[in-house]
């Protein structure tokens, strides 16, 4: 263009496309073109081709010299750009053509800049970044590119010839990077790398997507996942009502079926009784026994029921389920419990599978175990009983604090002097406060197990005369637990006084800020009520000094500050207590409730009570305290010899054997009577049929005389006269040669044993004989790593191992039915009363049951509940009255 021709509109747009050197260099071209115009031939002095041929190159290398009409100044000449050859009609470009044209020229410029090879990129970026470290080089670039977001801040890492690497690792997927060299500056890879990744779809997309992949709504299969959503979450069954949650779900799919909660609570009926027959299924095929747990319950909406637990093992694990929840209509007498646990038991096919049951302390638990032995063939009663450890354990700590009651009688006042007047110090300690929490507690205790241990603990005084204290004895620790007890009702009874005994703490960089809440129902907490109080004695003093604590009618804090006397009551207390929180926390875990645990715990718990109550040190109420727990310990202790399962555990852990008994001076006899018992269940229950396994392959011989297996001798030479009584009997006439043969091979064996040195004792005897494998921790998984290592699995060593599994699988803890009650509590929640005791029971167990792995078959379930399904079923199964009929004689349709 020359000067003396302004630029015209069309001309302006016809400049708008990416200029190249020949066009700065050659004439203006015409206007294109039109329909109708004659045809016309390049340009001669322009050597490049037309603008519509496609074959043009995009840069000239060696462009022919047109002089312009005006010749413009020439600009000064650029430095050399590293050996590449660039025309400099670039910034003529700029000149002439305005804005657009620059903008063309700036692309134009970055299009040759990735021409340039690598050791060109290097040697143009040493120059610019010469003497700078790869930090502050990192630093000084300053990229500004969105796509460097998806990625962490690079790491510096050495390359190869002297430069870095940056290493842009993946924020998605972090086990995915990108590296680039330092000398570069193009994303593309980045870039790249983003696309690629997964990327965060927008509604739409997430549509068809969805449309693609197919769409997995069932009916059916909503109707199973809500059933078992309520059960297993302890949800109301009105909650499909719920807009909102009818909402979210029309939001996933507009055409949902959402079922009614009367449905709702159907459908758990029907999956609770369809998933009871796989339960059956499983406990039929187990190869070893079954332990149950049974306890009481009272619902919140008054309705009693007897939980049922069952615990077995089997592939290295032990497993436990709620078995079932009875409803109870009468009076709660040893015989109508037996008869409905023995008619649960018998519903699922258990009765003759039973062989520990865990039980509290109650009497009427007692008659229920005599009356079952009656009831199951074969069951032998009080001799499977285990009693649950943590009530025992609670039956302790309560003796213990026993000493602390209010109503505990001095040796220095008459029985009707006296007794009924509290000291005016503990009378001052009392406003008549009511704890809403000790009074809901109160009503979930059991009142038969409640009675039973307040009778054994109001028993001590007469039994031992010895525990009585004086007046002043019994006041000081009476004062001392009263006051941490009261105090800390009052401090979360009390949001004002809470808040400031948090400051305190706070401004003592104390851990603990508040006191923890005492429940005289639920025994441990007095313990941690102690021990927390001793962490924040420092502050506990200043907060009940404080005088807005201590106006008249508030709650007057200045009478629960405890002396020095008394915070030692409290700390030699605390330390008496401590090692049964510690036990009780332990057995709490199913993994570790096992009944061989139980007694190597009473003897570490007799002797810490022991060092307490012969510690003249210590404050004659605290080693009263000692000596009532060390009672209440002897007495369970001498319980556990009414049931073999202890002893047949204890003997059965390779780390125990019979040398236990030894280490803690039992006398011979009970040794020898430990002995007989596990040798008579071993002969009886377990023991396989024939004579012992040779060392080596040989005529199985018979067992040789040793000490304690004369009656195991006995009953073999009774079943061998049995069985020769009968070859007598039908071996009148003439013998084949065959039966001759076979009868000189059976009076050659029975010979074989004089002088052999190959024969061994069974299983049992050759276990008892060998050492203590003090190494085993764990006795389940031993004996089951023995039975999965056998390569005879109908020998005797696999038949100890089976009894070893199943006696020392027996829980010694009733915590998994207590447990059981929690789940129920859950589901019968205060806002819940209406539920019925068929709800109840489907909605908890069912809950339970879930946990087990492929348990509920979903399949299955989802054609049951499948819309219509029930119609049909009902079609095919027309009444008769042969489908079934009621105790009360009517028909019953199925």
Known sequence: MSQAEPATPKRARE???????????????????????????????????????ASAPRIR??????????????PAPPPPRLGIAVDDSDDVADATDGGVAAIAARARRARLRTMLSAEQKRARFQERYQGMTPEDTFVSKGWRSSVYKHFEPPRIMPGSNGCCVY??????????????????????????????????????VELITAYAQGVTYSPARLRLMLALWCARRHRPFAIVDDPEFQAILQMLYAKVELPSRHTVSRDVQTIFEKTRGRLIALFEHLPGKIHICVDGWTSPNIMSFLGVTAHWHDDGEIHHVILDFVRLTQAHTGLYLAEELVHCLKEYGIA???LAVTCDNAGNNTSMLDTMSFLIPGYRGIELRVRCFGHVLNLVVKAILSQFGRRRRAVDEDETTGSDELPSAIAELDDGDVDEEEIRAAKETDEDREAADDAVIAGLDDELPELVLTRDEITAGQLALEKVLKLSRKVWNSPTVRAELAELAAEAELKSTVLVRSVKTRWNTVTEVLQRAQEMREVLGELCKKSEFNKKGGVRLRRFLISDDEWTIINSLSQLLDPFLFATTQISTSSRALVHEIIPYIDVLTRHVDDFARDDSLEPCVRAAAKRGRAILDKYYQLTDDSIIYRIAMILHPAYKLQYFRDQDWPAEWINEAVDIIKTEWIHNYKPDGPPEPAAPAPEPAPGPSSGSKGKERMSTGGSSTSKGKERAGTSGRRSAAAASGQGARTRALFSTIGSRTARPDALTQYLESPPLTTIDDPLRYWDLIIKSSNNPLGGLCALARMALDFLSAPGSSTDAERAFSRGHLTVSRLRHSLNDESVRAGTV???????PDLIDEKDLEAILK????????????????????????????
């Open 846 to 852: 069912l809950g339970s049951w879930a946990r087990i």
């Open 167 to 204: 290493r842009f690792v993946c924020k998605k997927h972090p086990s995915r990077h990108v590296d680039r060299t330092d000398y570069e500056d193009s994303t593309g890879n980045l870039k790249r790398h983003v696309d690629s990744c997964d990327p965060e779809d927008i509604p739409e």
């Open 352 to 354: 003759d599978k039973i």
């Open 867 to 894: 819309p219509g399904a029930r119609k049909k079923a009902t079609a095919s199964k027309p009444a008769t009255k042969n489908a079934g009929t009621s105790k009360a004689g009517a028909i019953v349709v199925e």
């Open 15 to 53: 400049t708008q496309r990416p200029a190249r050197v020949s066009d700065v260099q050659s004439p203006p071209k015409k206007r294109l073109k039109e329909a109708g115009d004659p045809e016309e031939s390049p340009d001669e002095s322009d050597g490049a081709p037309h603008a519509s041929d």
């Open 61 to 74: 290398a060696d462009p022919a010299p047109a002089p312009p009409p005006a010749p413009l100044p020439a």
